[in-house]
């Protein structure tokens, strides 16, 4: 029973940071890559980063890299975002992924909504 959870998103203001986190059950979370996604209103899901078992980054998005950081723990079975400088087009629904025997999970997703 794959499960993944999402917290931490709210109303900031630009500039301002925000850190989400994605609570992951039911696999053995340690040996999977983990993935971040948003979906902001009327746009395409995109990929915002992903990482590998061991720590390693990939697969940032061009418009956050530098300003976001993805981490993981692999005692606690989360995965982080942390977010920096942000902008009012980062405003999305941010949702945690993981690959699982061929099956795809997402969370629930967590609003960032980033305004004055």
């Known amino acids: 029973q794959v499960h993944l959870v999402e917290s931490g998103g709210g109303l900031v203001q630009p500039g301002g940071s925000l850190t989400l986190s994605c609570a992951a059950s039911?696999?053995?979370?340690?040996?999977?890559?983990m993935h971040w996604y948003r979906q902001g209103s009327g746009k395409e899901r995109e990929l915002v980063a992903s990482?590998?078992?061991?720590?390693?980054?990939?697969n940032y998005l061009p418009s956050v890299n530098g300003r976001f950081t993805i981490s993981r723990d692999n005692v606690k079975n989360t995965v982080a975002l942390q977010m920096n400088s942000l902008r009012p087009d980062d405003t999305a629904l941010y949702y945690c992924?993981?690959?699982?025997?061929?099956?795809?999970?997402w969370g629930q997703g967590t609003q960032v909504t980033v305004s004055t």
């Open positions: 992924f993981v690959i699982h025997d061929s099956n795809n999970y």
């Open positions: 039911g696999f053995d979370f340690k040996h999977y890559n």
């Open positions: 990482i590998n078992p061991w720590g390693t980054p990939f």
